[in-house]
């Protein structure tokens, strides 16, 4: 098993419809993010948590809200989706404080909004 | 601000020739830089970093880079590429306390011409 998986790995919907990605992990780290990539724009940060209780905006966080239900798992909420919200989204993890540990990634998530 | 700049979208290199895809950073605090490589229908895989010590440092799949202060690149080296290293790389900065996010820059995808 993969150690940071995103389900589900290809979505399509309506926009207005309300779609939840979500992350689990089995590397035991703290630290979870959700960035978007976008052709051109590399990765942006979405939100970011550094355990259950601790939360945290990223620079793109409109339109979007997030969970962290256990240490292992963190969900992406679209509450009313929209077309430019098509884009490649990715569940990273790390361990610790410093970006010395770098990061971990998901395979990630396409998602249209049509 | 805090921002990495890659500065070429798109490159493409002919199978054994060398590689140099260039990094720009702006951050105002002592840097740790990573270079990343995302395959086709991939998440991304950490190839390389710097935080300290010899500037030049050795990764994975045969990559260098090399940390130069007076002009804030990390550009990514390789003597001699290979039809598999065709995919997108990303640059990423980030620093001592700040949480463990990191900055990535646009990208740049490398095309291997037989």
């Known amino acids: 098993d993969a150690d940071v998986t995103q389900t589900p790995r290809n979505r399509i919907t309506k926009t207005g419809k309300r779609i939840m990605l979500e992350c689990s992990q089995t590397?035991?780290?703290?630290?979870m993010y959700w960035y978007r990539q976008d052709p051109g724009l590399g990765l942006r940060l979405i939100y970011y948590?550094?355990?259950?209780?601790?939360?945290n905006k990223g620079e793109i966080s409109d339109g979007y809200s997030v969970s962290r239900q256990a240490q292992a798992k963190f969900s992406l909420s679209l509450e009313s989706a929209i077309p430019n919200q098509t884009a490649l989204y990715f569940c990273a993890t790390s361990d610790g404080d410093s970006p010395l540990y770098g990061y971990t990634f998901g395979s990630g998530t396409r998602l249209t909004v049509v | 601000a805090q921002s990495v700049t890659q500065p070429d979208i798109h490159i493409t290199v002919s199978e054994g020739a060398s590689l140099e895809l260039r990094c720009n950073y702006s951050?105002?605090?002592?840097?740790?830089l990573f270079w990343y490589v995302q395959s086709p229908g991939q998440g991304l895989q950490l190839l390389l970093k710097y935080f300290s010590g010899d500037t030049l440092v050795q990764g994975i799949k045969g990559f260098e880079a090399e940390f130069k202060r007076s002009q804030s690149s990390f550009n990514l080296r390789k003597p001699s590429v290979h039809w598999s290293d065709a995919a997108e790389y990303f640059c990423?900065?980030?620093?001592?306390?700040?949480?463990?996010?990191?900055?990535f820059g646009q990208g740049t995808e490398l095309s291997v011409k037989p």
């Open positions: 951050y105002g605090a002592t840097p740790y």
């Open positions: 590397k035991g780290h703290d630290r």
């Open positions: 990423a900065v980030g620093g001592h306390n700040q949480g463990g996010k990191l900055i």
């Open positions: 948590s550094f355990d259950v209780k601790d939360i």
